[in-house]
């Protein structure tokens, strides 16, 4: 988070110094985020997807809020990991983000062997990376930092 002193990003509508509670949702998802400000003042974004442009824009807006801002996302899984991936990059911490899956959207899978993420849309046990072609088992652990679940080659133990 920026410190009173550095410039205001822009575009983002956010007075700087904000302290209350950020609402950003990503596709259709509606105003679930009301019930998360318990009266502390808000400043809602929407957003189709968490695309680079978009993460920019949280970015800019959690830059100009000051320690104590909250943050609730909203909307799809894949896409409030990847804005919660970019809020710890921005210095908040687990405890000051909400996530509010609508359980709607696609997987993202890490590849360990090529460092690429593959999307999936249905729930599958092997998905193939779309990086190296590596037939991925994918596993419950979720990378915050990443932003996806892990896979591993499936058929490892066959190869050898």
């Known amino acids: 988070m920026r410190s009173a002193s550095m410039p205001p990003a822009a575009g983002t509508g956010l007075e700087p110094g904000f302290r209350g509670v950020i609402c950003a949702s990503f596709g259709s998802t509606g105003d679930t985020a009301e019930q998360h400000s318990g ?54 911490l687990e405890e000051e983000v909400i996530l509010l899956s609508d359980g709607m959207g696609p997987s993202v899978i890490y590849c360990p062997h090529c460092r690429i993420t593959t999307t999936v849309r249905a729930a599958s046990p092997e998905v193939a990376c779309q990086g190296c072609a590596t037939t991925l088992a994918i596993t419950d652990h979720f990378s915050r930092r990443i932003g996806a679940y892990l896979g591993y080659s499936a058929h490892a133990e066959e190869a050898s």
């Open 39 to 92: 009266g502390r003042p808000r400043h809602d974004l929407r957003f189709e997807s968490a695309n680079p442009e978009t993460l920019s824009d949280l970015r800019s807006a959690l830059g100009r809020s000051h320690v104590g801002v909250r943050l609730v996302l909203a909307g799809p899984q894949s896409d409030i990991r990847a804005a919660a991936a970019a809020a710890a990059e921005c210095g908040l």
